[in-house]
T-cell receptor
Framework: EDKVVQSPLSLVVHEGDTVTLNCSYE??????LLWYKQEKKAPTFLFML????IEKKSGRLSSILDKKELFSILNITATQTGDSAIYLC??????????FGKGTKLTVNP | SAVISQKPSRDICQRGTSLTIQCQVD?????MFWYRQQPGQSLTLIAT?????????ESGFVIDKFPISRPNLTFSTLTVSNMSPEDSSIYLC?????????FGPGTRLLVL
């Protein structure tokens, strides 16, 4: 059975801190790994990773994939209160469907 | 990117009734997906809806409980039938693109 495990499940930091969120997976026929930010209802796409070792970056957020060790990390530098959200990791295997992890709830305090 | 709308955005329903959720996409897509997110949980795929064929349901979900329609390439509906409080969730539709999978704004359902 395909599995995606995220850690930590929750994290509380102060503004300006740097955080690293982890995602490990076990899937057959890996296709891609995606990171989403969920603030209210709809997850908002952040990154899609398909190749090992290539960092994707968007502003203060960056992510990298290790297909040998079957994990990915999402880094957020200089955190702001607006970064408070649930961060979801999902893996696509085979068909287009995604398997999601339970998410990491990040709280950034002023 | 695809723009997806869902109706209703939220609803409160009585147990034993049914609710149909609509999902509209601004472009033609082959596959649409329906997810459920129960309180405090992550997203779980209910089914994949292809135009012109029956939906493919994931383990634990059945057509009698969650009938799906896909009349054309831009629209789909999910019905939550004979609802119970355990069906209280956020229901999300999504579509796949080469770059990612986009999600609709979601329908928050509370069953009393």
């Amino acid at each position: 059975e395909d599995k995606v495990v995220q850690s930590p499940l929750s994290l509380v930091v102060h503004e300006g801190d740097t955080v690293t969120l982890n995602c490990s997976y076990e899937v057959t026929n890996f296709r891609s790994l995606l990171w989403y930010k969920q603030e209210k209802k709809a997850p908002t796409f952040l990154f899609m990773l398909t190749s090992s070792g290539i960092e994707k970056k968007s502003g203060r957020l960056s992510s990298i994939l290790d297909k040998k060790e079957l994990f990915s990390i999402l880094n957020i530098t200089a955190t702001q209160t607006g970064d408070s959200a649930i961060y979801l990791c999902a893996v696509g295997s085979g068909s287009e469907k995604l398997v999601f992890g339970k998410g990491t709830k990040l709280t950034v305090n002023p | 990117s695809a723009v997806i709308s869902q109706k209703p955005s939220r609803d409160i329903c009585q147990r034993g009734t049914s609710l149909t959720i609509q999902c509209q996409v601004d472009s033609q897509v082959t596959m649409m997906f329906w997810y459920r997110q129960q309180p405090g949980q992550s997203l779980t795929l209910i089914a994949t809806a292809n135009q012109g064929s029956e939906a493919t349901y994931e383990s634990g979900f059945v057509i009698d409980k969650f009938p799906i329609s896909r009349p054309n390439l831009t629209f789909s509906t999910l019905t939550v039938s004979n609802m119970s409080p355990e069906d209280s969730s956020i229901y999300l539709c999504s579509v796949a693109s080469p770059e990612t999978q986009y999600f609709g704004p979601g329908t928050r359902l509370l069953v009393l």
